[in-house]
């Protein structure tokens, strides 16, 4: 079968109602940072357990012919194709860490020709997609002479834990990596990275009216953020991606005193 021939099967085989059922029951599965300081994830979280364990495996599995490569808890990875070179790795993140405060979050309603829900933009949109166009490929019985690999990955704590242990047990090394992220179909050629920094600042307690006594921590927080706010780099940015940049995204102060009112007799 030629390309343009294969291309039209793939697309007469693609089953659009069934993609819409795929995201709206991936979309009733919590999958979402939790509220508060710590915002890593572990990949043996229950959550992330359950959804790739008993909602994406399952949905492979369905049709008795995908290959899968299990690497929980870290992930799993669906194959098709050879085996051999090509290969490309697909990629795409379990954990939902945008829209927190998102009403009936995990609703998976769909409605106005979307499905609603938690992570429908950032992840379980693209899982969607592609466990339906993975099947879709299957239906046209077309032999791929490269390999391609689709992983949904568990990573939640800005390593690369997972996509190393991932890499390690795929059967030959990817020629190429597409990261799947809301990007409004753009495909970008880099990616900015980030680098975690904790900074801790110890204060001496002291009350308010004699401030000189001790140490504030806020006040040496607020020292900090003037001193990252200050800060620059004699580089020129990346023409793409911009420059670099250093930003306070939490902060959290402990212990934290509270005041207790006792209310005594009569």
């Given at each position: ?21 795929l ?5 009733k ?8 300081f ?13 959804y ?6 399952p949905?492979l ?31 795409s993140y ?24 938690r ?102 927080a607020?020292?900090v953020?003037?001193r ?33 009112f ?5």
């Amino acid at each position: 079968m030629d390309t343009i021939g294969a291309l039209e099967a793939f697309d007469s085989l693609l089953d659009t109602d069934e993609l819409v059922e795929l995201a709206s029951e991936f979309a009733k599965v919590p999958t979402g940072v939790p509220l508060g300081f710590e915002t890593y994830v572990d990949p043996t979280d229950p959550q992330l357990v359950r959804y790739i364990g008993e909602v994406v495996t399952p949905e492979l599995s369905r049709d008795g012919r995908l290959a899968q490569i299990d690497c929980r808890p870290y992930g799993i990875v669906a194959q098709l194709g050879s085996g051999g070179s090509p290969a490309i790795l697909v990629q795409s993140y379990a954990i939902s860490q945008h829209h927190q405060l998102m009403e009936d979050p995990y609703s998976g309603r769909v409605a106005e020709e979307r499905v609603w829900g938690r992570g429908m933009s950032q992840s379980k949109g693209h899982q969607a997609v592609m466990v339906a166009v993975l099947r879709a490929l299957l239906r046209t019985q077309s032999d791929l002479r490269g390999t391609l690999f689709w992983s949904v990955n568990a990573e939640a704590r800005s390593s690369h834990k997972c996509t190393t242990a991932i890499l390690e047990q795929l059967p030959v090394t990817p020629d190429f990596c597409l990261l799947q992220t809301p990007t409004s179909l753009r495909v970008s050629l880099g990616n900015r990275g980030r680098v975690d920094v904790a900074v801790t600042i110890e204060g001496t307690a002291s009350h308010s009216s004699t401030p000189g006594a001790g140490a504030g921590a806020i006040e040496g927080a607020r020292r900090v953020m003037n001193r990252i706010a200050e800060l620059s780099w004699p580089e020129a940015g990346h023409p793409l991606l911009g420059q670099r940049q250093a930003v306070v995204y939490k902060m959290l102060f402990d212990p934290v005193a509270r005041i207790r009112f006792h209310r005594g007799p009569g």
